[in-house]
């Protein structure tokens, strides 16, 4: 398909868009170029990553025979590929964590179809970041025109894009889609400081003059709280030195609990170690995944990824794991698999706003036996560790969970996208989005006034 490009930079261009049926037939060169040019430092989103999309159709994983029919667009001037996105076409809404349900369900009930849809986002990872990947502004606004465009044509209900970064919002918000936001929960590895004189600019370690009230930010920023430290009598923030000084930022109770909840794994005779890229062992591969699996059967689902969808991690992006087993007696019992974007730390424990920030991503988990607290000391306080002593910026902690704010996790804003094609629904759920923006933004400031710091003393 052929159009005359009327946009931006590239105005005077024609473009072409081709539509293809996997990610096989999309150059992987180019696709990961692209993604590098959507990162400050040019680090490549794990997610995102062509190797990641092909492992999710060529193990099974994501695939027509799943609901998952790809659709890769890509756009072109001449032979450079310009801007690009991976499209699935959806005969469900499950893996997706943007509930959209009761909008089918409105569809059915008027005897409309609401699937097939098109879906703008990596498979059962609800991660934001980059979607529609682009070499400027103009060009992903373009792209979304075109994703519209597309979707009329093959006359699909609706176009949704979901976890997105910034830049892809302000695309979005140009094609006039409906913005629609939810909440997740963030740590970052900021020690703040406290000023003591407003004259003077003396700042005092946190844990020696008490704490900040911390705000929570959006989703893709360095730190997802305490951005207006300026405004707030503070002064520039510090990685934390190890668990302790992180510990020490928290509130007594939470500090308390957190030790009492450690301290019962340890007694319960677990003990841990952790492996990184290379060094994950097939054996532990396969261990992780019985426990992954588990976690699935334990709850009446299979589960959506296959074994060799993490072989083919293993094979082609094992920089991008790390893996936690948990042992006792000398026998594993629980893993937790954590993704990583390798950070670009100038020294031991320095970063700053230059810096590629580093950022973990809890991922899966899963137990052979029952050890009380073993959950979160796998999933949480083990990565935050880790994060701590190699310099990394952020741990995402996944989709939901209010339960994450008791462990130092703080709210932070996600963003989805939404196209209809049928205007009263688009025009309903239109409404229904304002009024559920307002009901998140209620939820925002009472998780605020619930955050787990020391609070600053008037």
């Given at each position: 398909m052929k159009k005359k490009n009327t946009v931006g930079a590239v105005a005077e261009n024609d473009y072409v868009i081709r539509v293809l049926d996997s990610p096989g037939q999309v150059d992987a060169v180019g696709w990961n170029a692209l993604l590098a040019l959507q990162e400050s430092g040019g680090e490549l989103n794990p997610f995102m990553r062509h190797e990641y999309l092909a492992a999710m159709f060529e193990s099974g994983s994501a695939t027509p025979a799943t609901g998952w029919t790809p659709r890769f667009v890509t756009l072109w001037e001449g032979?450079?590929?310009?801007?690009?996105?991976?499209?699935?076409?959806?005969?469900?809404?499950?893996?997706?964590?943007?509930?959209?349900?009761?909008?089918?369900?409105?569809?059915?009930?008027?005897?409309?179809?609401?699937?097939?849809?098109?879906?703008?986002?990596?498979?059962?990872?609800?991660?934001?970041?980059?979607?529609?990947?682009?070499?400027?502004?103009?060009?992903?606004?373009?792209?979304?025109?075109?994703?519209?465009?597309?979707?009329?044509?093959?006359?699909?209900?609706?176009?949704?894009?979901?976890?997105?970064?910034?830049?892809?919002?302000?695309?979005?918000?140009?094609?006039?889609?409906?913005l629609r936001h939810n909440v997740q929960f963030h740590w970052s590895n900021r020690a703040p400081t406290l000023v003591t004189s407003c004259t003077s600019g003396v700042a005092l370690p946190l844990a020696q003059e008490g704490a900040l009230r911390l705000r929570p930010g959006r989703a893709g920023s360095a730190?997802?709280?305490?951005?207006?430290?300026?405004?707030?009598?503070?002064?520039?923030?510090?990685?934390?030195?190890?668990?302790?000084?992180?510990?020490?930022?928290?509130?007594?109770?939470?500090?308390?609990?957190?030790?009492?909840?450690?301290?019962?794994?340890?007694?319960?005779?677990?003990?841990?170690?952790?492996?990184?890229?290379?060094?994950?062992?097939?054996?532990?591969?396969?261990?992780?995944?019985?426990?992954?699996?588990?976690?699935?059967?334990?709850?009446?689902?299979?589960?959506?990824?296959?074994?060799?969808?993490?072989?083919?991690?293993?094979?082609?992006?094992?920089?991008?794991?790390?893996?936690?087993?948990?042992?006792?007696?000398?026998?594993?019992?629980?893993?937790?698999?954590?993704a990583v974007r390798p950070n670009g730390v100038r020294a031991a424990g320095q970063f700053d706003a230059q810096t590629t920030a580093g950022i973990a991503y809890g991922r899966y988990w899963g137990a052979i036996e029952r050890v009380d607290c073993l959950h979160f000391e796998a999933c949480y306080y083990q990565p935050l560790q880790w994060c701590i002593e190699h310099g990394y910026q952020r741990f995402e902690g996944g989709a939901q969970g209010e339960h994450k704010m008791a462990r130092a996790l703080l709210p932070v804003k996600t963003t989805s996208a939404h196209w209809l094609a049928h205007p009263a629904f688009a025009d309903a759920v239109e409404r229904f989005l304002e009024r559920e923006g307002e009901g998140i933004a209620g939820y925002m400031e009472e998780l605020e006034r619930r955050n787990p710091f020391r609070q600053v003393r008037p």
């Open positions: 032979s450079q590929l310009t801007g690009a996105c991976a499209l699935y076409l959806k005969n469900h809404s499950y893996g997706e964590y943007v509930f959209d349900h009761a909008w089918a369900n409105a569809y059915h009930q008027h005897g409309l179809l609401y699937y097939p849809k098109a879906l703008v986002a990596p498979p059962f990872t609800p991660v934001p970041g980059p979607r529609l990947l682009a070499r400027d502004a103009a060009t992903r606004t373009l792209l979304v025109q075109a994703l519209v465009a597309w979707c009329g044509e093959e006359e699909l209900s609706s176009l949704h894009l979901l976890f997105t970064s910034d830049a892809d919002v302000a695309a979005c918000e140009e094609a006039g889609l409906m730190a997802p709280a305490g951005e207006d430290a300026a405004t707030n009598g503070l002064a520039s923030t510090r990685p934390f030195r190890d668990f302790d000084d992180f510990l020490m930022s928290l509130s007594h109770d939470k500090r308390k609990k957190i030790r009492q909840e450690r301290r019962k794994v340890l007694d319960a005779g677990v003990r841990f170690r952790w492996s990184l890229g290379k060094n994950i062992s097939t054996s532990d591969w396969d261990f992780f995944y019985s426990c992954y699996e588990r976690t699935y059967f334990e709850h009446g689902n299979a589960p959506y990824l296959s074994r060799d969808f993490f072989q083919r991690m293993q094979d082609t992006m094992p920089e991008n794991w790390l893996l936690f087993v948990a042992e006792r007696n000398g026998r594993p019992i629980a893993t937790s698999l954590i």
